[in-house]
């Protein structure tokens, strides 16, 4: 958990990742170290990284108490996370994936991820 100072309201704030509503969250990599993987292995289930998760506005609410802050993190996240360069506005922290096979795959607590392949992932607007 990340204890800001609020430069709006000028309170303190609590920001935990269950404001960004990840599916799997990770540890031991190096921060932002997934910014290029393009093919993972989590256990004995492969995933495409098929792109980053551009971030809305959502993380701004408090999901315990549903307070919704006018700016943050977003604004703070948009001053060093305009990291993909077909969506230069946006702000990008985590990746979205798709599994190899459809059923079967199970991602369980503790499991160990292998990188496959790295490469640029590039927002495509249509």
């Avoid at 509503?21 to 170290?33: E, K, M, V």
């Avoid at 256990?43 to 993380?59: A, D, Q």
């Avoid at 506005?89 to 990746?95: D, F, S």
Wanted: charge should be positive.
């Amino acid at each position: 958990m990340v204890v800001g100072q609020d430069r709006v309201q000028g309170r303190r704030y609590n920001l935990s990742a269950r404001r960004f509503r990840s599916n799997i969250l990770l540890t031991g990599p190096s921060a932002y170290n997934e910014d290029d993987w393009k093919r993972i292995k989590i256990g004995g289930g492969e995933f495409h990284c098929v792109c980053h998760t551009m971030r809305c506005t959502l993380p701004n609410i408090d999901p315990d108490s549903l307070e919704k802050h006018p700016v943050e993190p977003n604004k703070t996240l948009k001053s060093f996370r305009r990291i993909d360069a077909g969506a230069p506005k946006n702000a990008c922290l985590g990746l979205m994936l798709v599994p190899v096979k459809e059923k079967g795959m199970m991602v369980k607590v503790g499991q160990g991820i292998e990188v496959l392949e790295r490469g640029e992932h590039r927002y495509i607007p249509k």
